[in-house]
């Protein structure tokens, strides 16, 4: 158990629809990542919190948006929704919010499933 | 073309086997190297992280970086069930943000008892 707990497991949701995936990072992790991992895409970062502010963007829609609250736990918002949109959800945490290095560990949830139909 | 690529597999082996995992990569600013594990319906977790090049061993699993052939290596020696997931390679350049590393697609390891 990474201790990075993520909402819901499952979901099952229709073309144009809008949902909103819960990140509870690890206790005393400051950042949060997003990714989304697909068949046809493998793992793509999507963005990066850190201590409330939006710390880095990588290839997330104009669809979707984030936002981390303060107490630290996150949301990624996908709004209308299409079949590509399809995939497994990460929600990652780590204690520092710069750059790599071998004490910034990330920690990997076990992801939200979502399938648009 | 990807930035980082990875033998797709899927790989099977009989336990005990080496086990050799493979990613090439064409941005020769990466500096840093990592492989992760992923069991089905899971996260992935890191297995080991390197910085620039040369070889990082831990326990049964062993990495290499070979920085002017863009290639790096993941040795799993006496290979268990347990090892059956899938392994990505992943990796980043200096000033990166530490959750930006550009991943591989994976390889899929089975390992039969």
């Known amino acids: 158990d990474s201790g990075v707990t993520q909402t819901p497991k499952h979901l099952i949701t229709a073309t144009g629809q809008r949902v909103t995936l819960r990140c509870s990072p690890r206790s005393g992790d400051l950042s949060v990542y997003w990714y989304q991992q697909s068949l046809d895409q493998g793992l793509q970062f999507l963005i990066q919190?850190?201590?409330?502010?939006?710390?880095a963007k990588g290839n997330i829609l104009e669809r979707f948006s984030a936002q981390q609250f303060p107490d630290l736990h996150s949301e990624l918002n996908l709004s209308s929704l299409e079949l590509g949109d399809s995939a497994l959800y990460f929600c990652?945490?780590?204690?520092?919010?710069?750059?790599?290095?071998?004490?910034?560990?990330?920690?990997f949830g076990e992801g939200s499933w979502l399938t648009v139909v | 073309q990807k930035e980082v690529e990875q033998d797709p597999g899927p790989l099977s082996v009989p336990e005990g086997a080496i086990v050799s995992l493979n990613c090439t990569y064409s941005n020769s600013a990466f500096q840093y190297f990592m492989w992760y594990r992923q069991y089905s319906r899971k996260g992935p977790e890191l297995l080991m992280y390197t910085y620039s090049s040369g070889n990082k061993e831990d326990g049964r699993f062993t990495a290499q970086v070979d920085k002017s052939s863009k290639y790096i290596s993941l040795f799993i020696r006496d290979s268990q069930p347990s090892d059956s997931a899938t392994y990505l390679c992943a990796m980043s350049a200096p000033g990166t943000n530490a959750g930006k590393s550009t991943f591989g697609d994976g390889t899929t390891l089975t390992v039969k008892p």
């Open positions: 990652a945490s780590s204690v520092g919010g710069g750059r790599q290095s071998s004490g910034n560990t990330i920690y």
């Open positions: 919190y850190y201590n409330g502010e939006e710390r």
